[in-house]
């Protein structure tokens, strides 16, 4: 599958400069793409490789957009394609070279085990070894594949694809365009207990899982269903993998969620959170919409709408850079400090001995 | 399923203060109750909603318990369930009104794969796509959802409940009780090599794993085999999701692990021990009964019983709040300690100056 | 199975000093042998049980080794077995005495799906309920145990052992012996999105995943494919259990990633560099070959080979060392600056009132 620039230009809605007749045989990284590759500049950090690229053609920001070069700087006749957004545009081309697979056939696997009053869509794909319970719903052209679980009572909106090998458990709820990746574990108890002489008594853990148009889990994550009420987790947010979201945690929209973060109990984020990865969030706190947690930061107060977080226990982020600059020179500070100690000391003694 | 508050204080052992005939339909959260519902006040930091509350009553702890506030204090009329562990209290009645579903129907199903001289007892169900291998034990009532595993040889005792789409690999033993959710996998191989020539050789991991009685495992667990002996998880212990626990790790009884906890080979854990998020513990070490260890803390010693720690590395943890209150002001001490300078340079030159 | 000490010199290629004729009935730890096992001293800070140990024998390093304990210090009689390196020779007699089960028999569980054109080598073994998609080949001898998914294209060399319960997605290539424990995951999307209109759009990933010979995958990892080309995990190295690989990394050979690592996006690791548990590596940085990064440490820059790195974010292991130590005694440090304040104010006093 080939294109003209221009073609492509077209497609992408991009601004093309010069050589609107090369032909464009796919897309790559600036430092990686082959002859009849095109690639894209988002970051200025890579534009020192844009004089040594193999590349067709490169996506390039406006020129207002601050990623300084020139096109004077680039070799002479390479291509360029503007767009507000060269990284979004560059998806598109991707998209372009790279469609997705065809969806599996709409149709029941003659290993799978359907409940009774299961609701299975037009266009419904159920895999190998599924279990659907009874009760389930499942919406059109939504995809379940080989030894997925969805248990009594489970909803999922159009659009879905789940598994291989995910664990939906009673009574949760998806919305539309939801990604499972395998080994997630959606609905399990929440880690609940109550002392009681001695022992640890379970708390029953009988609410559900809600789960958001569009959003995207990860591998091997854990989404604990709800004490009572539901585990939230909004619309377009993304979770990578190995992330824990503990029971009663109300995940606003369009959230990222880097691998490996937990989130405690109860805990409630605003949208546009962005958790970077292993970061730890204790319970029953608010983390206010657009706060931005950096990476393996414990986070044990509630993070006002915006803030920027840094740190275990984390603080605002130029102030942990500040801390952390001077934790890695304490050694010096401290050797500071007794040569103070002695020069006082001397001092003292100076003194001392001018005074009758 | 309806009860009056009389009724309910008879099921909880609680002492009814007012409004024994108020028709009780639920139970909820004291910020969430609705008319009708039971709640709760066991945290005193949560007496503020006893004012605004809509509960049709609530389990409260005796006057003597701490709890400060006053029975006047509270919206005229509304009743109090007096109990010495209202949130003990609210676990029942939550139990009450939310019993357990039914367990599922005794027997195998006919896509589930029995081994040769498995013994399986009575009231045993085993669900689609099951492996249960040559010589394992079920006990009594023990439930394995689908697509779980069981392997060779493995044990389980009387009222189990495992999955779905969890591996309990071969020679595993777990007690009464034991609760694992999905995704969970009991028994791989401890990570050991020996480094020879360059390569890393790996150590046969020829040990087991063993799970007493009343334990309950979280999603998307690891609990590794001992290269020699056993990997045991003591009586009563509760471990939350995304839990590493390497080989010939032992934990004693009613400890408490919370989500993405890594506990080093070799080491052993007393009995009620608690390790909050994260916490990552080394090798080789003891923690004694009773300790507690605050959450993202990396404990790198031996602890004695009942100590408390944080921070990574862990000391006591007063300690380690002093360490954090003095880190978080380390940019002014460090502008203190440069004054200081500049003062003893000034008083140096004037005493210099004096002297003849 | 039980041999004399002499036979197990010769299989272990170790100098025997005393005992020949005894008799050997199996291995076990130093502070657990009994009577009739050998053990082995590789350790020194486990010299002191050779007094008290009840094994038959004791394999031991060179005397030119430094683990320094003296033959006359040995409980009288008891036989030792010098060996370059114990632990591997104690590896080699753990193998014999338990030697691994039986491979399972080669073939198809009737319950298994292969697709179309895939390719089975001989001696292949596929368990009960796996799925091997269209296009797949497994070499000789490879077993994949049961409800593992084998995604179309995947190409897995001879003698891998997958599963239970894996899940390798489409296009994923292993070499030979590649060992991957229950619940992993190979091949989900990298988590990349492009941030467009105030959505997150969806990068496709393209890419692979490339796993060299002789690598073995711990329990519930995640190695995600990349976004263009392969993410690669190089021949021996070996990976515990929980760890998460990002899209587009790559791992040299023979490294050792310990449990609940995470490495972000594009990162390099050159050979034989140690991952210590818990620890975060930023994307797009190298680490070079045979670096060392301590326990829950986060790597935010590039590393030298050879680097040794401890801290969040880490710095040089020593220096890190050292930074601790005075953050540990900073409480103490800040009383001293408070008492310098105080010294140098009533030198300031006692100078200016010398002054005229």
């Known amino acids: 599958m080939n294109f003209t620039l221009r073609e492509m230009a077209e497609r992408l809605q991009a601004e093309l400069i010069g050589g609107g007749d090369a032909v464009i045989t796919g897309v790559a990284g600036i430092d990686t793409a082959r002859e009849g590759q095109l690639t894209f500049l988002a970051n200025p950090k890579y534009a020192q490789h844009l004089k040594s690229t193999r590349a067709a053609a490169v996506l390039v920001p406006p020129l207002s957009a601050g990623v300084h070069f020139e096109h004077e700087d ?3 006749g390479l291509p360029l394609l503007r767009h507000p957004n060269p990284y979004y545009a560059f998806l598109q081309a991707l ?12 149709g029941v696997d003659r290993s799978a085990r359907i409940g009774q009053r299961a609701h299975l869509a037009d266009g419904v794909h159920v895999g190998p070894n599924c279990v659907v319970e009874d009760d389930v719903s499942l919406g059109t052209g939504t995809v379940i594949l080989a030894g997925s ?3 009594v009572r489970s909803v999922l909106g159009a659009g879905c694809l789940i598994g291989p090998n995910v664990t939906i458990l009673p009574g949760c709820t998806l919305g539309a365009r939801v990604r499972i990746h395998p080994g997630s574990v959606i609905g ?9 002489q001695g022992r640890h ?7 559900g899982v809600t789960i958001g148009d569009d959003v995207e889990i990860g591998a091997c994550c854990a989404i604990d269903r709800a004490t009572m009420g539901q585990t939230v987790v909004g619309r377009g947010t993304k979770i990578d993998n190995l992330v824990q979201i503990a029971h ?4 606003g929209e369009d959230c990222i969620i880097i691998a490996q973060v937990g989130i405690s109990g ?21 983390i206010g919409a657009g706060a931005v947690v950096a990476a393996q930061s414990g986070v044990g107060k509630s993070v006002p709408p915006g803030g920027r977080l840094f740190g275990s226990p984390a603080v605002e982020f130029a102030r942990q850079k500040r801390i952390i600059a001077t934790m890695h020179s304490l050694p010096e500070h401290v050797k500071t400090i007794r040569s103070l100690e002695k020069r006082i000391t001397e001092l003292e003694a100076a003194l001392g001995s001018k005074t009758p």
């Not at 998209?95 to 709409?106: L, N, S, T, V, W």
């Not at 970077?276 to 608010?286: C, K, N, P, S």
């Open 95 to 106: 998209r372009i070279f790279h469609p997705p697979p065809p969806a599996p056939e709409p």
């Open 201 to 207: 008594h379970k708390i029953p853990q009988v609410g």
């Open 248 to 251: 009663n945690v109300q995940i």
């Open 188 to 196: 399990a108890d929440g880690f609940g207990y109550a002392p009681y």
């Open 74 to 76: 680039l070799p002479a």
């Open 266 to 286: 109860s805990t409630k984020l605003g949208d546009r959170v962005t958790l970077a990865g292993q970061v730890g969030v204790i319970g029953h706190i608010e």
């Open 149 to 151: 679980f969805v248990g």
